[in-house]
């Protein structure tokens, strides 16, 4: 089955920082790579995703890479704001079934 | 106008009891989901409907049973609780077929077994 790692673990940056969370996956079937964010007390939410036919995806402040052939992708997140701080969480899904990575919480300190 | 409802979303009961959490999507989903997370944050998929059939059946103990009598709800039964079914649970809803994965979490149940 799909295995899926994801990397660091916990990050800490300053406010305006960036952060990038990376994940690599096993299987080369995978062909949706969707990130959730995870606030304190909620369900996970997506907040961007990227399909296998896809190199890079952007949305203001958030971009998704994925490199089909080393089998990895990435999270970046530039201006970081306070509100940013959560656990997120990137998945790799193939017909509907997504594998999770074990989570990134992040926190940004003002 | 909730898109994916869970109830309860807080469930103390003790060992050995038998439990039930239900779910609900009004979004016209194909696809529905059970999740678990335990408490250092794992989300492992537990069990997967399309449709009302089971299509996703991974290793979990046969004493959770889920029950879909309807594409727009996926209920989920516990017997028997034990001490390590205390966790979070998650459903989720998608529209596989309609060739949009995006998973739709309701906002968990926590389940404490004493």
């Known amino acids: 089955g799909e295995n899926v790692e994801q990397h660091p673990s916990t990050l800490s940056v300053q406010e305006g920082d960036s952060a990038v969370i990376k994940c690599t996956y096993s299987?080369?079937?995978?062909?949706?790579f969707p990130w959730y964010k995870q606030e304190l007390g909620k369900g996970p939410q997506l907040i961007i995703d990227?399909?296998?036919?896809?190199g890079e995806k952007k949305d203001q402040r958030i971009a998704v890479t994925l490199n089909k052939t080393a089998k990895h992708f990435s999270l970046h997140i530039t201006e970081t704001q306070p509100e940013d701080s959560a656990v997120y969480f990137c998945?790799?899904?193939?017909?509907?079934?997504?594998?999770f990575g074990d989570g990134t919480t992040l926190t940004v300190k003002p | 106008d909730t898109a994916v409802s869970q109830t309860p979303k807080y469930l103390v009961t003790q060992m050995g009891n038998d439990k039930s959490i239900k779910c609900e999507q009004n979004?016209?989903?194909?696809?529905m989901y059970w999740y678990k997370q335990d408490s250092k944050k794992f989300l492992k998929i537990m069990f997967s409907?399309?449709?009302?059939?089971?299509?996703i059946n991974e290793t979990v103990p046969n004493r959770f049973s889920p029950k879909s009598p309807d594409k727009a709800h996926l209920n989920l039964h516990i017997n028997s609780l034990e001490l390590g079914d205390s966790a979070v649970y998650f459903c989720?809803?998608?529209?596989?077929?309609?060739?949009?994965?995006?998973?739709?979490f309701g906002p968990g149940t926590r389940l404490t077994v004493t």
């Open positions: 998945a790799a899904s193939i017909r509907g079934k997504s594998t």
């Open positions: 299987d080369s079937a995978s062909n949706y």
């Open positions: 409907y399309n449709n009302k059939e089971l299509i």
């Open positions: 989720a809803s998608s529209h596989v077929y309609g060739g949009s994965y995006e998973q739709y």
């Open positions: 990227i399909r296998s036919n896809v």
């Open positions: 979004l016209g989903h194909d696809t």
